[in-house]
Nanobody
Framework: QAQLVESGGGLVQPGGSLRLSCAASGFTLDDYAIGWFRQAPGKERELVSCISSSDGYTYYADFVKGRFTISRDHAKNTVYLQMNSLKPDDTAVYYC?????????????WGQGAQVTVSS
């Protein structure tokens, strides 16, 4: 059964860093685009970043450009989201999802979410 599991969330002070991991079981992440989404309380889910399956294309929402980096570890079947210079507005539950292409929203699997809280 295809499954995604996020890890690496937590509480961090403004300006700090966290690295989220999205590990897959039951399927190969390399076959799919992987998107990171977030949802804050009372707000809609939004796309944060995406990495394509084949050509290395990456997408970042304007509100994270220059601060977040998405990457793959093919050997570990894992995608990472390195988050630097975190702000209180980054507080949300972060989800990873496997898609047939960045932005297509033809999802094959979602993770359970990882809480990120940025607060002093």
């Amino acid at each position: 059964q295809a499954q995604l599991v996020e890890s690496g969330g937590g509480l961090v002070q403004p300006g700090g860093s966290l690295r989220l991991s999205c590990a897959a079981s039951g399927f190969t992440l390399d076959d799919y685009a992987i998107g990171w989404f977030r949802q804050a309380p009372g707000k809609e889910r939004e796309l944060v970043s995406c990495i394509s399956s084949s050509d290395g294309y990456t997408y970042y929402a304007d509100f994270v450009k220059g601060r977040f980096t998405i990457s793959r570890d093919h050997a570990k079947n894992t995608v990472y989201l390195q988050m630097n210079s975190l702000k209180p507005d980054d507080t949300a539950v972060y989800y990873c999802a496997a898609d047939h292409g960045c932005g297509l929203e033809l999802f094959v699997s979602w993770g359970q979410g990882a809480q990120v809280t940025v607060s002093s």
